[in-house]
């Protein structure tokens, strides 16, 4: 009696499970094409100053160090109001708040067309970091409401495919803007690539305001029965411990060696994400719009890596793991860009593993914050974390152009990265603490 009650009581939760990845598809296809496309714009937004740089620095008479210097301080914007915006889309919720987010910065990156001198480009590029505060980790925050841990793997990764997609499909039409819009209208190309790049996002804030919601009880497309369940199993994965405020959240063990693991993390991005077009160019490389193809190697690899290692790691539950191999794998890259950097094909190559590794890395590192910490503790502790990656994007690009001015070449400088790249592996193996250890197959 006792094996035909326990036979029909997995039977009844068979369907349970079922019945979860269903409504986790539904909310999945009602949420993340949305989400995927203003976050592919967000991350264009970054990169464009990367293939502006020669038109830009010709017009405006700029040496490589005040490149990075202008490059950096978009951080610098971004940095210093990201955890107050994060607080912020926490009371008045992230349909709002992120469709605020979208118009400013749309806004500002359109204006950089108005641009004119060196200290306008400064002032502009921090606007901009300023505006932008607290998108993407507004976001990831938003992911941990609809989603349970045991799919988020999967979820981040789709988010960030959309910055691979923005290297992908951004380099080259970036590269067909600089190279066929030039004079048109009599603007120059390089205000006409941040032009479409801010427009857009105006129009993007706007649908997110009417088409997002902000919590589950208010998704009219599921039924009461799909809401109780994907709240109940987002109830279940949430770490037992860790901080509910953002005090608290300062406070677990673990949480700023996340922050110094995402600083690194970020400062081999931004060494991707802003040099990659240059390094192309000086293996000998000159019609833009060949360089626009040949920058979206790294981010076609990485793109392809990130929806592997997400179905894998959700699949095992070895985030660490994960995350580890990818970063070996990042300097490996920097490592092989350096020795290559006069071989076009190899320095192809090189990229190719790089971006593979780094962006890759992304999305398999925001699967590890949520398992220490919840509430606000997740709103502001998310933003504090991933503001103290952005320093690595004041750091890289300020680095990299001084090395180069300094030394007429860049390899010195991927060298470094490649170090600390490395050195971000070791800590994520062996140094973070027991607590994530025993959350992280939950």
Request: charge should be positive.
């Amino acid at each position: 009696m006792q094996s035909h009650t326990t036979l029909a009581a997995r039977n009844a939760a068979a369907p349970a499970v079922l019945d979860e990845a269903t409504v986790v598809r539904k909310a999945a296809w009602r949420i993340m094409p949305l989400i995927m496309i203003c976050y592919l714009f967000a991350f264009f937004d970054r990169i464009n100053i990367s293939f502006a740089k020669f038109q830009l620095q010709g017009d405006l008479g700029l040496s490589d160090t005040a490149y990075g210097l202008g490059a950096s301080l978009f951080v610098v914007g971004y940095v210093l109001f990201e955890v107050p915006s994060n607080m912020f889309l926490y009371k008045v919720g992230a349909r709002r708040w992120i469709a605020r987010i979208m118009i400013s910065w749309g806004l500002a990156t359109t204006a950089m067309v108005f641009v004119s001198s060196e200290w306008q480009f400064y002032c502009l590029r921090f606007i901009i970091g300023a505006m932008e505060a607290g998108f993407a980790p507004g976001v990831l925050y938003y992911l941990t409401l609809w989603f349970p841990t045991t799919f988020r793997g999967r979820i981040t990764s789709m988010l960030f495919l959309a910055s691979a997609f923005a290297g992908l499909f951004g380099a080259p039409v970036s590269g067909l803007i600089l190279g066929h819009m030039e004079g048109v209208a009599g603007m120059r190309g390089w205000h006409w690539l941040f032009m479409l790049g801010g427009l857009p996002c105006i129009a993007l804030g706007l649908v997110v305001l009417s088409q997002l919601k902000d919590r589950i009880e208010d998704a009219g497309w599921l039924s009461s029965d799909e809401k109780a369940l994907l709240r109940s199993r987002i109830e279940q994965s949430a770490p037992q411990q860790g901080g509910h405020s953002l005090l608290s959240a300062i406070k677990t063990p673990g949480f700023l060696t996340l922050g110094l693991v995402y600083f690194l993390i970020q400062v081999a991005s931004y060494g991707l994400n802003f040099w990659a077009p240059h390094l192309i160019r000086s293996a000998g490389t000159q019609n833009p719009t060949i360089i626009g193809l040949l920058t979206a190697v790294p981010y076609i690899c990485g793109a392809i890596c990130m929806v592997v290692v997400g179905r894998m790691s959700d699949a095992s539950g070895e985030r660490r793991k994960f995350v580890t191999g990818l970063l070996v794998l990042a300097a490996l890259g920097f490592f092989s860009a350096g020795i290559f950097d006069k071989q076009t094909g190899l320095l192809i190559v090189a990229l190719g593993v790089l971006g593979a590794g780094v962006v890759a890395a992304i999305p398999a590192f925001w699967a590890l914050p949520p398992k220490l910490v919840t509430g606000a503790g997740a709103a502001g502790g998310i933003a504090l974390i991933n503001t103290l990656g952005q320093l690595g994007g004041i750091v890289s690009p300020v680095m990299v152009g001084r090395v180069r001015d300094l030394t007429g070449s860049t390899t010195p400088a991927l060298y470094v990265i490649g170090g600390s790249t490395l050195l971000c592996a070791l800590i994520v193996m062996y140094g973070l603490p027991q607590q994530l250890r025993e959350n992280e197959k939950k």
